[in-house]
């Protein structure tokens, strides 16, 4: 019968979405682990980061292969078909955010169990994460209430980081001048340019959310299009 | 008795009981004995006038007039030329009224005005109307009356057409009907009128059916009896119908064996079987072509 | 830019602040839409020229409204999909456009009917004229019991269109994609053919008289998957030079070849005694399909409805 069949999908669908959005919840995890691998220099922990990685992986292959077979199957369309678009793309920012938190776990050792160098550096970078992981969180939640107006708010807080990579970059620079401290400095940029990447996939989730609700793709900041950049929804 | 009964296990399929497998043999008998009660009479029948009549049979038989002094040498070559002449007439007369109307009442009528649905009706009560009736009806209009042709093969063959109209008209609409509504619908959307539809579709459709039709109202009609006595025909004519219809007299074979049957000279009696055995022929080979004619044409939709 | 027939204010409105971008698409958003369209045989929509003009058109058995206010444009050399649950009028609708309404007496037509900007209905037209511009391919395949040479030649001949009936026939067959299949035997019955078959001679017949637009009634539902592909391949091919509308059931039929897709819905009327259909949305058919205006019809395509 019809009814059944469609509830069915409309089931299946749901799944698919809980298991994505569940994949950030395992980012989120990770990404608490792996910073807190910086903060100690943890090299136990930081090879836990890495194995666990696997997870997230996995949950990435579940969602690709459960929206394979709905496309197969059952040829959803219209809004449907956009949640499942929009699905691929979020499990597949997941992914990449998983694996950012493995690069930043693989910091750790090579920067060895030294002490940390510079306290101003440090804190920008737990600054950072922080809102790195308050961004995961907030772009989970976007997607599943549908909320477009979370969603572009999602790109002040992101703009925050970048501003951040942006202070510890001079820092790292200003540090330099040590050689000690350069090597130490380096690898501290390299973390920021995860957490960085990190907030950029959480964007990507927010536009992927103001997809499925409009029906059409935007990017909230363009680089080479400023002028397109959405205003957050007034009061 | 069997494990089944003992509710130990079921069979896969109920089996007949002994009382179905006796009421059909039963109903089954019922039947057969119905059929061969017919069956029976009419091979009674048969086997007598073939009896009877199969010596008389002869290509002088069928060329000779009939004679009242000399019955040995009659024939009946007048009534059998009469009653082909009437099967022709009659139906040049039925086709084309008949199909007229079918294709009227079929494609142009609307169901809905009074006088067609009374059209409707009637036409199935006239096929009811004893044939002595349209006896009476073609002495009075035809033979006398409106059109006063006086009793010539003309007006026989329109009071026999008359009788058997209605059946070709039933017929014909069943065969026009039998046309599905998509063979017309692709006819008129791909810009044909109602009449091309009519002309180039439905009725070469139909027509297997139609020739079928009247074959068999034609059947009916060479076996009537009352009417052509009605109307005039003869039971004894010394020579072979005019070819102008509307002039001379003229017999028929059921008249023949009407008269054949009553005369008290056993020899003349003996013609009788003769001339049914003739007109069982050409009903038979009348039948036979209906039959060869709906089997090879047949339109299966 | 779209032709959104009963959009609410209220769904537009939802529509442009939702994305918190400004309402009007960009050129980008255009250029890219463009695009798109090109690559499926759509032309832009400033370039589309309508040979069909439906305004307020309503079609009536025995006093009894079976569909009502339908009002849209339907373009030339596109082919346009009505779809919508049963009842819904889409087949009363289309056979409004070659007159065959007229073939029921119980059947009234009301609202104008534009063919080339003229009125379809109007006292001078001859509706055999309509009909030879104006060709139909039923649902269930009806060739005659003919010859497929006189099948096809059948229009023609009623017609008394001149030339040479051979080449007709063959151009007609070729057209249709049956050619090379039934070249050998053209004297034989059509009802030998398989229904896939019968099917694209029901079309190449239609293609006889040289109509300007065919007409599908729902023209696969009786077919098996590959001959419905090759009716849709035909269709594709026949869009260069004809204009197609087809009714479907089958909603990825639509999604698959149409450029355009109305949506029809049944509702019950004010008096609350009959049950009247009508469009609910006219759009290109990948937005019906990826980003629909109106609930029902995404109700509809996403399978939760009819």
Redesign the interface.
């Known amino acids: 019968m019809?009814d059944s069949n469609?509830q069915q999908?409309q089931e299946e669908l749901r799944g698919l979405e809980v298991s994505a959005l569940g994949g950030l919840e395992l980012v989120a995890g990770s990404l608490d682990r792996a910073l807190e691998t910086v903060q100690e220099r943890d090299i136990e922990l930081a090879s836990m980061v890495i194995a666990d990685d696997d997870r997230i992986d996995g949950r990435y292959l579940e969602v690709h292969q459960g929206i394979l077979s709905l496309l197969a199957l059952q040829?959803?369309?219209?809004?449907?078909?956009?949640v499942v678009a929009a699905l691929l793309h979020v499990i597949k920012h997941v992914e990449r955010m998983g694996d950012q938190c493995v690069n930043m776990a693989k910091m750790v050792p090579l920067a060895g169990h030294d002490p940390p160098k510079d306290e101003e550096l440090l804190q920008n970078i737990g600054r950072m994460g922080e809102l790195a992981r308050s961004l995961v969180i907030q772009s989970g939640q976007a997607f599943e209430r549908r909320d477009?107006?979370l969603a572009?708010d999602l790109v002040r807080q992101d703009d925050e980081i970048d501003r951040l990579n942006k202070a510890c970059f001079r820092r790292a620079l200003e540090i330099g001048d040590d050689p000690d401290e350069r090597e130490w400095a380096m690898h501290m940029m390299l973390i920021a340019r995860c957490l960085e990447r990190i907030g950029d996939n959480c964007v990507d989730i927010g536009e992927q959310t103001?997809f499925v609700?409009?029906?059409?793709f935007?990017e909230f900041e363009d680089a080479s299009?400023p002028e397109?950049a959405?205003?957050?929804?007034g009061a | 008795m069997s494990v089944a009964e003992a509710g130990v296990t079921r069979k896969a399929v109920e089996r007949t009981t002994r009382g179905q497998q006796v009421r059909e043999l039963g109903f089954r008998a019922a039947l057969l004995f119905s059929l061969s009660f017919g069956f029976l009479a009419l091979a009674v029948l048969l086997i007598d006038v073939i009896l009877d009549g199969a010596s008389l049979i002869s290509y002088d038989f069928l060329t000779r007039f009939p004679s009242q002094i000399f019955p040995e040498r009659s024939g009946i070559s007048s009534a059998l030329q009469g009653t082909l002449y009437l099967m022709v007439l009659t139906a040049v007369f039925i086709v084309p009224v008949g199909l007229a109307t079918a294709v009227y009442l079929e494609e142009y009528a609307d169901r809905e005005r009074w006088w067609n649905q009374l059209v409707e009706v009637n036409i199935q009560n006239l096929a009811a109307v004893p044939s002595i009736v349209y006896g009476i009806l073609g002495l009075t209009f035809i033979v006398r009356g409106a059109l006063d042709l006086g009793a010539v093969l003309l007006a026989g063959a329109l009071t026999l057409g008359l009788l058997v109209l209605p059946v070709v008209i039933v017929v014909a609409r069943e065969a026009i009907r039998a046309v599905p509504s998509s063979i017309r619908e692709g006819s008129m959307a791909l810009g044909a009128t109602q009449w091309q539809t009519i002309w180039k579709q439905t009725l070469p459709g139909a027509l297997p059916g139609i020739a079928t039709g009247v074959i068999l109202a034609l059947s009916r009609a060479i076996g009537e009896t009352a009417p052509l006595i009605l109307v005039g025909a003869i039971a004894f004519v010394p020579f072979n119908p005019d070819p102008n219809p509307a002039e001379g007299q003229y017999s028929a074979i059921p008249i023949t064996i009407l008269s054949s049957v009553s005369n008290p000279d056993r020899d003349v009696q003996a013609l009788a079987s003769g001339a049914i055995i003739v007109l069982l022929a050409i009903l038979l080979v009348m039948n036979a072509g209906a039959v060869y004619l709906r089997n090879r044409y047949e339109q299966k939709w | 830019m779209q032709e959104n027939v009963t959009q609410d204010p209220e769904e537009r409105q939802r529509?442009a602040?939702?994305?918190?971008?400004p309402a009007v698409?960009?050129t980008?958003?255009g250029q890219v839409q463009t695009q798109a369209l090109e690559a499926k045989g759509q032309k832009a929509t400033g370039e589309r020229k309508p040979i069909f003009g439906l305004e307020k058109v309503g079609v009536a058995y025995g006093g009894v409204p079976a569909v009502r206010e339908v009002d849209f444009p339907i373009y030339q050399h596109q082919i346009t999909a009505l779809i919508g649950p049963s009842g819904c009028g889409k087949s009363t609708l289309i056979r409004c456009l070659n007159r065959m309404n007229d073939l029921i007496p119980a059947a009234k037509v009301t609202g104008k009917v534009n063919y080339h900007g003229e009125d379809l209905y109007g006292s001078d037209v001859d509706p055999v004229q309509v009909r030879k511009r104006i060709g139909m391919v039923f649902q269930k395949p009806n060739p005659f019991p003919k010859s497929i040479y006189d099948n096809i030649a059948f229009g023609p001949r009623v017609l008394g269109q001149k030339g040479d009936m051979d080449e007709i026939v063959e151009s007609a067959l070729r057209r249709g994609a049956l050619w090379d299949e039934v070249k050998d035997r053209l004297k034989t019955n059509a009802f030998g053919m398989s229904g896939g078959q019968q099917q694209r001679l029901c079309i190449a017949r239609a293609l006889a008289t040289d109509p300007d637009v065919i007409l599908m009634d729902e023209p696969c539902s009786a077919l098996d998957p590959i001959s419905t592909g090759r009716i849709e391949d035909l269709m594709l091919e026949l869009r260069e030079n004809y204009s197609i509308v087809i009714v479907t059931h089958n909603?990825?039929q639509a999604?698959r070849v149409s450029n355009m897709t109305a949506f029809f819905t049944v509702e019950l009327d004010e008096d609350e005694k009959h049950r009247t259909g009508r469009v609910v949305e006219y759009d290109d058919t990948e937005k019906?399909?990826?980003?629909?205006s109106d609930d029902r019809?995404?109700a509809y395509?996403?399978?939760?409805v009819g």
Not at chain 3, 288 to 292: G, H, K, L
Request: net charge positive; charged share 20%.
């Open positions: 019809p469609r999908f040829a959803p369309v219209a809004g449907d078909l956009r477009v107006g572009v103001a609700v409009t029906g059409l935007r299009h397109l959405p205003q957050p929804p | 529509d602040s939702a994305s918190g971008a698409p960009s980008r958003d909603m990825q999604a019906i399909f990826t980003n629909p019809t995404e395509v996403t399978g939760k």
